[in-house]
């Protein structure tokens, strides 16, 4: 194998044990939401007390949760489609779309980078107002994210073009 590919099988493989650690990571996010969500509605309710900053935490997750579940749906191919009409194209014009679709959102991947990239930077010398962390790391999932749609999305217009020439049907991306 050449060094290109040796260099290309190393990122694979980080990238997949990167998408790996992130879905554990939001099934352990996702847990401790129910938890401090559950403690600060006993703590408010059984005892008039509360958690002041519970709130602003379970916010921060939530958002860091609904960037990644976003990446995990277009490596699942999760995401809400309509396919009545789609489904009665002829298979070139389906593709022409797939590839086309897939495109698209490596595109809004990349829009979600550069943005992301940019609210960072603009966030960073702000502080969260409760917990008083640094204001960007509500925002840092937004890049990470990005740069996963976009690898998700070039490994799906890869595998199409694959199966365009090989006939071989669609597999899962991790």
């Known amino acids: 194998m050449s060094f290109f590919g040796t260099m290309v099988r190393a990122v694979r493989v980080f990238l997949a044990a990167f998408y790996h650690l992130l879905f554990r990571y939001s099934e352990v996010v996702l847990l401790v939401i129910v938890i401090l969500v559950s403690i600060q509605v006993i703590l408010r309710k059984g005892f008039s007390r509360s958690l002041v900053w519970s709130e602003e935490v379970s916010m921060l997750l939530v958002v860091w949760m ?19 009409f789609f489904d009665r194209f002829p298979k070139t014009v389906r593709n022409a779309v797939m ?53 998700f999305s070039f490994i799906k217009l890869y595998r199409q073009l694959l199966e365009k020439r090989s006939g071989a049907g669609e597999e899962k991306i991790v």
Do not use: D
């Open 66 to 84: 609904a960037f990644i579940a976003m990446a995990i749906g277009v490596a699942e191919n999760q995401h809400i489609s309509i396919t009545l």
């Open 99 to 151: 590839v086309f679709n897939n495109v698209l959102i490596a595109g809004v991947g990349g829009m979600m980078v550069w943005y992301g990239c940019r609210l960072i930077m603009f966030t960073r010398n702000s502080t969260l107002p409760t917990t008083k962390w640094p204001a960007f790391i509500l925002y840092l999932m937004i890049p990470v994210s990005g740069a996963y749609i976009i690898y």
